[in-house]
């Protein structure tokens, strides 16, 4: 049975990843900085037939990133897919007043972290030849939003990130993908200003909100053998909103 992390899995985008993968096959390991929440989601996932183990990490630590890894290789004996969805959205506020403080967590946590959980998962994965890292960037990656700075940032490094990696160990049969949801409904919609929502649903074409499960869908494709010639990409989720 291959086996598939999702960081910031005990709700939300993470959450219907892990069960999807979970229905899929896979052997999940729900990561997530809340032990406590990612302990319940698993245990819920495997009550519904499904295999899974709660791990709790804070993926803008490098220790504890590796941690996880080594955790997850004790119970399962591999890593086949990494899926770095943990995030936060950070204040919305105009660049001239946003805090170094704020600035800083934001990055750490959204851009950090999925240098450090590919670093933790990677020596693993060059040594079997295979894997699959998975990124949850966001459309306000490519385009930008007013008064997200931070986000949109670490976002657009995530982007980068991705390319690079996927060039890197492209003759490894590792693929490196990543995914630019605009929004998608969840918790982490009440981190932001009705304002801010308001003008991110404004430019979808759809003219709603994405649902989780679409992005769970996607992310199935790219972590599954069907997906076998396909790296350093990125993959809207938009509702038409992308311009490029």
Request: hydrophobic share 45%; with cysteine; charged share 20%.
């Amino acid at each position: 049975m291959k086996t598939a992390i999702v960081t910031g899995a005990a709700k939300g985008i993470g959450r219907a990843i892990a069960e999807r993968l979970a229905r899929d096959g896979f052997a999940l390991a729900v990561a997530d900085v809340d032990e406590s929440a990612a302990s319940s989601t698993a245990h819920e996932i495997e009550n519904s037939g499904g295999t899974a183990m709660g791990v709790q990490v804070d993926v803008s630590v490098h220790a504890s990133a590796f941690r996880m890894a080594a955790a997850v290789l004790e119970r399962y004996g591999s890593l086949d897919v990494l899926v770095n969805n943990a995030g936060i959205a950070g204040k919305a506020a105009p660049v001239h007043e946003y805090g170094e403080e704020e600035w800083r967590r934001v990055l750490s946590i959204n851009l950090d972290g999925v240098f450090f959980c590919s670093k933790a998962v990677l020596p693993f994965m060059l040594t079997q030849c295979s894997g699959r890292i998975i990124n949850i960037a966001s459309i306000s990656g490519k385009e930008g939003n007013p008064n997200m700075a931070a986000y949109s940032t670490s976002k657009a490094g995530v982007i980068g990130f991705t390319k690079a990696l996927g060039k890197e160990v492209a003759d490894k049969r590792i693929y490196v993908n990543c995914i630019t949801p605009a929004v998608i409904e969840t918790e982490i919609l009440k981190q932001l200003t009705d304002e801010a929502v308001s003008y991110m649903v404004s430019k979808i074409p759809m003219g709603r909100v994405g649902q989780p499960r679409e992005v769970a869908a996607l992310v199935s494709w790219l972590a599954s053998e069907e997906c076998s010639f396909t790296t350093g990409a990125v993959f809207d989720l938009s509702g038409g909103r992308a311009t490029y």
